[in-house]
């Protein structure tokens, strides 16, 4: 069960995507169209890495009959799986997208109790399945059942076996993570305000927040800021990137086709440059596909030369 990436997925989903002509508020709507899928920080990852052809496995909680239709799923996309099975139902969360403005509309339910017993299995499963892995991502809320530091906890077990950890979640899960030092975050600009807790309305101010979290021992920060681009910060450098144009269709796993870039990247070595073009490629391509549909390395291959690159030079006073 080896793999480079080992993608965790704490409280997946079943994503059911409906997408009407125009959203009406309080009145009836008809579906145009529909479709259920695996979802999750993590396995929306594992997705795109394996599109990429990089071997990976994503893990986490499943349960009941939304549990066994999400690893089905998976297993007809041919992602290789390792999740511990828990006695509550797997949560559905429904994403609505308005063909009329592009906007998608998600209502996410809370999530299964975990118990003791369950976590004391998956962190055994997770001593070994580190063994050999090159990167460990972490992704989104966590579930009722475990402790709010349990990001900290698998970064520090990925840190002892030399494994870099990508994290990229929200609220207090990204601020208890960030207690372990992991290798790479990717919060949106709205999660970073909400860490950092003030509004950052200049890139001055985002390089500074960037900065901050540098110096507590993060060696990447990725700021996405959907169709302004992102900002790509390390201790030598800071870039801004500018996507190409594309109509969008759905921003569902934009950010993890993010997520999963940086992750293939990290593992071949690329300089900061060519992850950040990569990555920008990668979201946006993401997000002009409709549904949960993920972006494939040919079309990030082909794209990256179409990102705008500018080097930020307010990370030094």
């Known amino acids: 069960m080896s793999a480079a990436v080992i993608t965790v997925t704490l409280n997946p989903a079943l994503d059911k995507t409906v997408t009407l002509e125009e959203l009406q508020v309080g009145a009836l709507n008809r579906v145009r169209a529909s479709r259920v899928d695996p979802g ?4 929306n990852v594992a997705k795109v890495l394996g599109n990429f052809q990089v071997s990976v496995t994503a893990t986490g909680f499943v ?16 992602v290789q799986h390792a999740f511990i099975q828990v006695d509550e139902e797997t949560r559905t969360n429904l ?9 998608t509309t998600e209502i996410n339910e809370r999530g299964s109790l975990i118990k003791e017993t369950n976590m004391l299995e998956f962190m055994e499963q997770m001593e070994s399945m580190l063994e050999g892995a ?9 579930p009722p059942g475990i402790p709010p530091g349990i990001y900290r906890t698998l970064t520090d077990m990925a840190s002892h076996k030399n494994v870099k950890t990508i994290l990229d979640a929200d609220g207090e899960a990204l601020a ?9 975050i990717k919060p949106n600009i709205h999660e970073l305000e909400q860490l950092v807790n003030r509004k950052l309305e200049s890139m001055e101010a985002i390089v500074q927040a960037c900065r901050g979290l540098l110096q507590e021992g993060i060696q990447l920060v990725v700021v996405s800021m959907g169709a302004d681009g992102a900002i790509f910060a390390s201790a030598d450098e800071v870039l801004k990137t500018s996507p190409f144009s594309i109509k969008p269709k759905s921003t569902v796993g934009a950010g993890d ?7 293939s990247s990290i593992i071949a070595g690329h300089d900061l440059e060519r992850l950040a073009r990569a990555a920008t490629a990668a979201g946006s391509i993401t997000a002009s596909k409709e549904g949960t549909e993920v972006c494939s390395k040919n079309e990030v291959n082909e794209s990256m030369s179409l990102v705008g690159i500018d080097h930020v030079d307010c990370l030094d006073e």
Request: aromatic letters at 4%; glycine letters at 20%.
């Open 40 to 43: 999750g920080k993590g396995i």
């Open 63 to 78: 349960g009941g009959y939304s549990g066994r239709q999400l690893l089905e799923g998976l297993d007809e996309l041919g």
């Open 257 to 263: 086709s993010m997520v999963a870039s940086m992750a």
């Open 95 to 103: 994403k609505i997208v308005d063909v009329s403005t592009s906007i």
């Open 176 to 184: 208890e993570g960030l207690q372990g030092k992991p290798y790479a």
């Open 134 to 142: 090159e990167v460990l991502v972490l992704g989104g809320s966590i």
